[in-house]
């Protein structure tokens, strides 16, 4: 089955960088565009930035353009996602998110920046 495992999040104070990663199994990740969402609280889940199957090409959210890094290792079966110049509107739980024959979400991992 399907499976996404973030790992990376915590504490850390503005200005500071954090990266995330996701380990993917139970498909062939090389076929699918990845992606990172994040929700912080009270709010909508929002699409951060996504990578397309072979990694050439990434989007991003306005807000973190400049800031964060989307990439993605096939052999690895792994997407990160670097974080920089972190701010508190960044403080959310982020998402790995993939489609195969339907949305499949990892449990998230909380982000706080804070000082």
């Known amino acids: 089955q399907v499976q996404l495992v973030e790992s990376g999040g915590g504490l850390v104070q503005p200005g500071g960088s954090l990266r995330l990663s996701c380990v993917a199994s139970?498909?062939?990740?090389?076929?699918?565009?990845m992606r990172w969402y994040r929700q912080a609280p009270g709010e909508e889940r929002e699409l951060v930035a996504s990578i397309n199957r072979s990694g050439s090409t990434s989007t991003y959210v306005d807000s973190v353009k400049g800031r964060f890094t989307i990439s993605r290792d096939n052999a690895k079966n792994t997407v990160w996602l670097q974080m920089n110049s972190l701010q508190p509107e960044d403080t959310a739980v982020y998402y790995c998110?993939?489609?195969?024959?339907?949305?499949?979400w990892g449990q998230g991992t909380q982000v706080t920046v804070s000082s």
């Open positions: 998110h993939t489609i195969t024959s339907k949305p499949y």
């Open positions: 139970g498909f062939t990740f090389s076929d699918r565009t």
